[in-house]
């Protein structure tokens, strides 16, 4: 099989294409073909070895991918081959085929192809999630998403949209809050243009509900200022690189919350209620994921470098099979 191998760690550019042995398939896992895999800020980390965790080269990159069932082995459930999936994991993606254990599969619902399934998982549920079971978001709600333009951001801003919020949308250049304003933002801010604190203060006088915040860095503090009495900061994580230093005054004074989202964290009942509400949305292509690049699995170099240099605009896909 064709794979994208990372031979060591390094720049985007050391990633090369080459033919590799099909991967053996374990008891209680499947074979997924491949159509699509979705290019993510930790793969870029992972290749340059700057992540949380370290894997040691030569491996194949990639942590979100869709696909058809072609083999399974052993009790795998439901998933029976023919079944399209979405599936994550920290490496493996960018390959032609992947095993991997059922646990980290989603059945696709009816009427998403692959490729929406490769560029809504992970960004869609970590939206969706966060807005409903963390910010607790309601109808009327005027909700702040800091970087409006990556994956999380302009799910989020679709996400909130379609469950009845207003959206302000904090992003770094016009392209990006062109899409946010797509997919429903109300309001728009270019924190490279204008002063943050001031813009929001003039779009929501009275305050906002919640914050959702996947960047961190400079934009969070302002964000957290804007909130009305008892809103909701939610921190999804730091894509800015930079962890940002809350004064705590502000979370006493304004008597608001600060909640870190984690998967594991949302209450079981409610996960599944949210997951079969996000597959409605995407089945009726009530909320879409905004496809900014695509790339052919030969060119996963240039898909890492497009996101590493911040110029992703919604989800990056890499093309790597028919469906």
């Known amino acids: 099989m064709r794979a994208a191998v990372c ?3 390094g720049p985007p550019e050391v990633v090369r294409v080459e ?3 099909a991967p053996a398939l374990a008891d209680g896992q499947v074979r997924v073909r491949v159509t699509a895999a979705a290019v993510n800020f930790p793969d870029v980390l992972l290749v340059a070895g700057r992540y949380q965790v370290t894997v040691p080269p030569p491996f194949v990159p990639g942590s979100e991918f869709a696909g058809v069932i072609t083999e399974t082995s052993g009790d795998t459930g439901d998933f029976a081959v023919g079944t399209l999936v979405t599936g994550t994991g920290m490496f493996g993606a960018f390959a032609e085929q992947v095993c991997t254990p059922t646990a980290t599969l989603t059945p696709v619902p009816d009427g998403v192809d692959a490729h929406t399934a490769a560029a809504s998982g992970v960004a869609f549920r970590t939206a969706y999630h966060a807005l409903r079971s963390v ?3 309601q109808p009327g709600d005027e909700v702040i998403v800091l970087g409006a333009g990556g994956g999380v951001g302009l799910a989020a801003v679709a996400l909130a949209t379609a469950l009845g919020a207003r959206v302000t949308a904090v992003a770094s250049s016009a392209a990006k809050l062109d899409a946010a304003a797509r997919h429903g933002a109300a309001e728009v801010i270019d924190h490279r243009r204008t002063d943050v604190r001031t813009a929001l203060k003039q779009a929501l006088p009275a305050g906002a509900a919640a914050v959702l915040d996947p960047v961190g860095g400079d934009l969070s503090e302002p964000a957290l ?5 008892g809103g909701r900061f939610v921190t999804i994580g730091f894509a800015s690189g930079t962890i940002p230093q809350i004064p705590l005054n502000l979370v006493l004074v304004k008597g608001v919350q ?3 989202f984690q998967f594991q964290d949302i209450d079981a009942q409610e996960f599944t209620r949210n997951e079969a509400e996000l597959a409605d949305l995407l089945s009726s292509g009530a909320v879409a994921p ?3 690049a695509r ?3 030969t060119e996963t170099a240039a898909a890492l470098r497009h996101v590493a240099d911040g110029r992703a605009i919604g989800k990056v896909i890499i093309d790597i099979g028919g469906q």
């Open 258 to 260: 600060i909640v870190g």
């Open 295 to 297: 790339f052919p699995l």
């Open 290 to 292: 905004h496809i900014g």
């Open 225 to 229: 200022r804007a909130l009305h009495r």
């Open 19 to 21: 033919d590799l042995p």
């Open 7 to 9: 031979p060591a760690h």
């Open 135 to 137: 910010a607790r978001i």
